[in-house]
């Protein structure tokens, strides 16, 4: 897919407008084969706004694949699953050469493609491969390229990583390491759902088959997405909060609360801070706003620094949570500094 042209005026007015409309034509297409999970979808929808990629986090069951997939039915995007196990090779990931005899027997080496070439790419699983697969993903989640025997080779415009993982069974498992979590714009979490949704699910699962996805946006509209998202203004006090936020994270500096210095290890980096303005500014164009407010940064903050920040063994021992620490973070972050 070719990259798109630059925007005018007229076309961005035309986008902003067309991403305001589809977000209901979206929660209805969801609503076919996913029941409430209202805040996972809008992180989700954000991410593929945004242009970023996602780690999942959640239980067995809980439709993170049905979820993922029906998002790319919806963007009219190709699609790739790959199941992530202890024996997976980079090879398996990226795609190997092979050797090719033509019509003359002339030999040579072609590259077959690998599952990543693909516009949305579902890494089930991420953390039961070893590291050295798990870094296949690295290049390709921040150059949008993939090398083999010295060739480079770019990946299909858009282009999206959807990580998930199991929180509950950790035997056996290979933990992502900093930099590679520090390349997802978000962790989202996915919980239980209510009991009157779980019973909804049910029913209608055990019933009739849904009514299939229909295509509502090309890949084409989701890179023009990207170019008005980048656009919403911000003002410099909810940028200057998102930086206070995110330098708050940071354990041993000056103005650190102290409670953050005792159970704290290792704060979030620059991208935390890129990663909520940049959020922020999708979020206020799928709510239908043309500016990016406290409320979006405020919002954001938890799938934003959930994986950038690493707890110390006192936050463990006494049986505090990453979500405690950054929900007393926002309480205690002023939202502007006074003169």
């Not at 998002?71 to 090879?91: E, K, S």
């Not at 929180?167 to 390491?177: A, D, H, Q, R, S």
């Not at 405020?298 to 990453?322: F, K, M």
Request: aromatic share 6%; net charge negative; proline share 6%.
């Amino acid at each position: 897919m070719n990259a798109v042209p630059a925007l005018s005026i007229e076309e961005e007015a035309l986008v902003v407008s067309q991403i305001r409309e589809g977000r209901d034509r979206i929660n209805a297409e969801l609503s076919k084969v996913i029941v409430g999970q209202e805040d996972v979808i809008e992180q989700l929808l954000i991410c593929l706004f945004a242009g970023g990629h996602c780690l999942i986090t959640g239980a067995p069951g809980l439709a993170k694949t049905l979820l993922v997939r029906s998002v790319a039915q919806i963007f009219h995007l190709n699609f790739q699953r790959i199941q992530f196990t202890p024996d997976l090779m980079p090879a398996d990931i990226t795609g190997t050469e092979i050797l090719e005899q033509d019509e003359t027997g002339r030999r040579s080496l072609e590259f077959v493609p690998g599952p990543i070439f693909a516009n949305v790419v579902l890494a089930d699983e991420i953390n039961r491969t070893p590291p050295k697969t798990q870094a296949a993903l690295l290049e390709a989640m921040q150059e949008h390229q993939v090398t083999a025997a010295g060739r480079r080779y770019p990946l299909e415009e858009p282009f999206f990583v959807l990580a998930t993982q199991n929180p509950i069974e950790m035997e056996g498992t290979y933990p992502l390491p900093e930099a590679q979590l520090d390349r997802f714009l978000f962790n989202v979490l996915i919980d239980y759902l209510p009991p009157a949704d779980e019973l909804a699910v049910v029913l209608r699962t055990t019933s009739e088959k849904p009514a299939p996805i229909e295509a509502i946006f090309t890949g084409e509209d989701v890179m023009r997405f990207h170019q008005a998202v980048r656009r919403v203004p911000i003002a410099d006090e909810v940028a200057q909060y998102a930086v206070r936020l995110v330098g708050a994270t940071r354990p041993g500096r000056d103005g650190t609360p102290g409670f953050i210095n005792d159970w704290v290890s290792w704060g979030a980096g620059l991208r935390a801070a890129q990663t909520l303005v940049l959020g922020g500014k999708a979020r206020a164009l799928l709510a239908g706003r043309a500016h990016v407010n406290l409320d979006d940064m405020v919002s954001l903050a938890h799938p934003a620094l959930r994986h950038r920040v690493l707890l110390s063994y006192r936050a463990e021992a006494e049986g505090v949570t990453i979500e405690d620490v950054i929900g007393r973070l926002i309480a205690e972050t002023p939202k502007s500094v006074k003169s």
